[in-house]
């Protein structure tokens, strides 16, 4: 009897993550090797955060990519980070790329547990489906201690579904964008106090579509939820 073909993995899924990732890492690398060196915004942003965490503190860069310029970007400023990432081929690219760095395949959505001083998602949660997003950063509050840091930098918008890949190719890829007041709220329902949500502009190099840059500390209690603010 001829083996049955393999069903898809369902999109968004871990399974689908892996997909993705492994198929495009190197693709990925080859656009954004350098890709801090034309985002002023975004370096101070993470020499903000790493300057909020305590010296030599323990740090998750949570989807790292293959890349690997925000766990170097870290590294350099005295933390003890360790890029994660669900795609074995991007922890093997990052590897290769960055060999003064440690990384390990990890699931973002997965660590607590952990003892951390703080964690960065740079661009890491447009893999996951919105219905994802307050069990991610309830992980992530269980393990980030209190008084750790947290970095989120996202892309605004309202997608929540699987879309041609956006880095071109003839991939499909689950991608999901948030708003300010939805990671506001996933933040403090997982004991995260927001100090800082910031929006900007793409950058005639980007996709078009804007940032979010959200600073929080890891907090004993919940603060109140959100209401949305109008400009």
């Given amino acids: 009897m001829a083996d049955m073909p393999l069903s898809p993995p369902e999109p968004g899924s871990a399974d689908d993550v892996v997909r993705s990732w492994d198929a495009r890492a190197d693709h990925y690398l080859r656009l954004f090797r350098h890709e801090l060196d034309g985002k002023p915004f975004d370096v101070d942003a993470l020499n903000a955060f790493a300057g909020r965490v305590v010296e030599g503190g323990r740090v998750y860069d949570a989807g790292c990519g293959p890349c690997g310029h925000v766990t170097e970007l870290l590294t350099a400023r005295g933390l003890d980070v360790l890029g994660i990432d669900l795609s074995p081929r991007c922890v093997a690219l990052a590897r290769q790329e960055r060999p003064g760095c ?28 919105k219905k994802e997003l307050a069990g991610t ?7 980030v201690r209190p008084g750790g840091q947290l970095l989120i930098v996202a892309k605004e918008g309202t997608r ?11 991939l499909r890829v689950y991608w999901a964008e948030f708003t300010e007041c939805e990671l506001r709220t996933a933040a403090g329902g997982a004991a995260f106090r927001v100090d800082d949500c910031t929006v900007r502009e793409a950058y005639d ?5 804007r940032r979010i840059y ?3 500390t890891r ?8 209401r949305s603010r109008r400009p």
């Fill in 102 to 129: 440690r990384f390990a395949v990890m699931d973002q959505r997965d660590i607590a547990g952990e003892r951390l001083d703080g964690l960065v998602s740079y661009y890491s949660l447009h893999d996951l489906p």
């Fill in 137 to 143: 950063l309830t992980s992530w509050a269980a393990a």
């Fill in 160 to 170: 929540d579904g699987v879309i041609n890949d956006p880095l071109g190719g003839d």
């Fill in 205 to 209: 190099n980007e996709i078009p579509t």
């Fill in 214 to 216: 959200l600073a929080a």
């Fill in 219 to 226: 907090v004993g209690l919940a603060p109140p939820p959100c």
